[in-house]
């Protein structure tokens, strides 16, 4: 069975930062490209960031870029998300999700991140 | 950045009606690089469909999709009472991968 468990989410003031982690098991992890999607309260799904199954190449949601960092530690089948500079428009739960380079095989069940004073 | 337009916002069907879900792009989405993901209440999204038409493991065939360039639809032929959820469009064509806004598959 494939399972993507996530954790790190939590409640943090503006201009904070916090890291996500994200461990994959049921699949291989170290083949797969892995994605952070987010969704606002209420909201729709949008796309964060996405990396490379060897961890060569990254790329970022504009919204983000500069304050994200997305890496992977294959040898943990871990994902991580370093989150810096947070606002409060980064308030959403956060779902990790894996399989291919542009799309979403599947996915984790969340962690929410709370930006607030 | 490739904007997708789901329409409509919401649908309201009786189960066994055919449901019929457009999703719109702001510019050409090549290579057929179109998804449809599925989202029920307090859950994690689900992979339906991925390069416009192919159904992802485990997915029944009352699900299909079609379109090409800037038009796609996903068509559930038949609804069934778990297929009452809301759908997402996703693509990726462009290194700024974007999903729609939703639609809504209620029960009238």
């Known amino acids: 069975e494939v399972r993507l468990v996530e954790s790190g989410g939590g409640l943090v003031q503006p201009g904070g930062s916090l890291r996500l982690s994200c461990v994959g098991s049921g699949f291989t992890f170290s083949s797969s490209w892995m994605h952070w999607v987010r969704q606002a309260p209420g909201k729709g799904l949008v796309w964060v960031s996405r990396v490379k199954s060897d961890g060569t190449y990254t790329n970022y949601a504009d919204s983000v870029k500069g304050r994200f960092t997305i890496s992977r530690d294959n040898a943990k089948n871990t994902l991580y998300l370093q989150m810096n500079s947070l606002r409060a428009e980064d308030t959403a739960m956060y779902y990790c999700?894996?399989?291919?380079?542009?799309?979403?095989?599947?996915w984790g069940q969340g962690t929410l991140v709370t930006v607030s004073s | 950045e490739i904007v997708l337009t789901q329409s409509p916002g919401t649908l309201s069907l009786s189960p066994g009606e055919r449901a019929t879900l457009s999703c719109r792009a702001s510019?050409?989405?090549?290579?057929?690089?179109l998804a449809w993901h599925q989202q029920k209440p307090g859950q994690a999204p689900r992979l339906l469909i991925y390069?416009?038409?192919t159904r992802a493991t485990g997915i029944p065939d009352r699900f299909s999709g079609s379109g090409s360039g800037t038009d796609f639809t996903l068509t559930i032929s038949r609804l069934a009472p778990e297929d009452f959820a809301v759908y997402y469009c996703q693509q990726y064509s462009t290194s700024s991968l974007t999903f729609g806004g939703g639609t809504k598959v209620e029960i009238k």
């Open positions: 999700a894996g399989g291919d380079s542009g799309y979403q095989i599947f």
């Open positions: 390069h416009v038409s």
């Open positions: 510019q050409t989405v090549s290579n057929s690089y």
